[in-house]
């Protein structure tokens, strides 16, 4: 949802950039851990960090889940629109090996998307008030799907996000999509509390080509 609503196209030299954080309440689904870890207390000390990168035509995001302050997975995945030619590139910073998925094999990367319309199509949005976050009061979302909550959303207003953030806000007040920035997201799985993400930290940083290439010692993989 964060991504959908702040993808933005920036100053030739400036990118956008932001963090979020999750913190888990329950075990995610993942695939690998420590050797001295197991799922049953791979729990409240685990964490989740993305930071976002977006340029005019390129956007990357790096992912790291650690548990106890130990990395458990490490990838970033770039998105490059040349001329309306999307290319997606699948990144494995620990074992050091990419794959390139082209328009013809997105079918396959998103086999689960009729699943994410189905859910979106069929849920319920309702408003639940406002909270403070920070020195941000923000309006509060539910959403929910087969009458089960699946989503706890706090945005703002783009106005006061243009007020509290001043130049920043300016920037992104006359590029963004909608008028409302979100700040803290709750995930929720049989109505049980399973995450929470925060909005961590947003700002324009000067362009660097590094940010979007793929290190020259990485080994490129079929994505088969």
Same mark, same amino acid.
């Given at each position: 949802?964060?991504?959908?609503?702040?993808?933005?196209?920036?100053?030739?030299?400036?990118?956008?950039?932001?963090?979020?954080?999750?913190?888990?309440?329950?075990?995610?689904?993942?695939?690998?851990?420590?050797?001295?870890?197991?799922?049953?207390?791979?729990?409240?000390?685990?964490?989740?960090?993305?930071?976002? $990168? +977006?340029?005019?035509? &390129?956007?990357?995001?790096?992912?790291?889940?650690?548990?106890? %302050?130990? /990395?458990? @997975?490490?990838? =970033?995945?770039?998105?490059?629109?040349?001329?309306?030619?999307?290319?997606?590139?699948?990144?494995?910073?620990?074992?050091?090996?990419?794959?390139?998925?082209?328009?013809?094999?997105?079918?396959?990367?998103?086999?689960?998307?009729?699943?994410?319309?189905?859910?979106?199509?069929?849920?319920?949005?309702?408003?639940?008030?406002?909270?403070?976050?920070?020195?941000?009061?923000?309006?509060?979302?539910?959403?929910?799907?087969?009458?089960?909550?699946?989503?706890?959303? $706090? +945005?703002?207003?783009? &106005?006061?996000?243009?007020?509290?953030?001043?130049?920043?806000? %300016?920037? /992104?007040? @006359?590029?963004? =999509?909608?008028?409302?920035?979100?700040?803290?997201?709750?995930?929720?799985?049989?109505?049980?509390?399973?995450?929470?993400?925060?909005?961590?930290?947003?700002?324009?940083?000067?362009?660097?080509?590094?940010?979007?290439?793929?290190?020259?010692?990485?080994?490129?993989?079929?994505?088969?």
């Amino acid at each position: 949802l964060l991504f959908s609503m702040i993808y933005i196209h920036s100053e030739s030299n400036m990118i956008l950039y932001y963090k979020l954080e999750t913190t888990y309440n329950t075990s995610p689904d993942i695939t690998q851990l420590p050797s001295d870890k197991t799922k049953d207390n791979y729990q409240e000390n685990t964490k989740q960090t993305v930071d976002f $990168y +977006v340029s005019e035509n &390129k956007i990357r995001l790096n992912t790291k889940e650690l548990s106890d %302050n130990q /990395i458990v @997975t490490d990838a =970033s995945v770039i998105l490059e629109d040349n001329n309306n030619n999307i290319l997606f590139y699948i990144i494995d910073n620990i074992q050091k090996y990419y794959a390139v998925i082209n328009q013809e094999n997105m079918n396959t990367f998103l086999q689960d998307q009729n699943k994410i319309n189905e859910i979106i199509n069929s849920s319920t949005i309702k408003k639940e008030g406002t909270e403070k976050i920070g020195n941000l009061t923000t309006d509060k979302y539910s959403i929910y799907y087969q009458n089960k909550k699946i989503l706890e959303l $706090y +945005v703002v207003d783009y &106005k006061e996000f243009n007020s509290y953030f001043n130049e920043l806000g %300016n920037k /992104i007040t @006359t590029k963004i =999509s909608s008028g409302y920035i979100p700040i803290k997201y709750n995930l929720f799985e049989n109505n049980k509390l399973t995450g929470t993400t925060l909005l961590k930290e947003i700002k324009f940083i000067e362009y660097n080509k590094s940010y979007f290439e793929i290190p020259s010692d990485y080994k490129k993989v079929d994505f088969k």
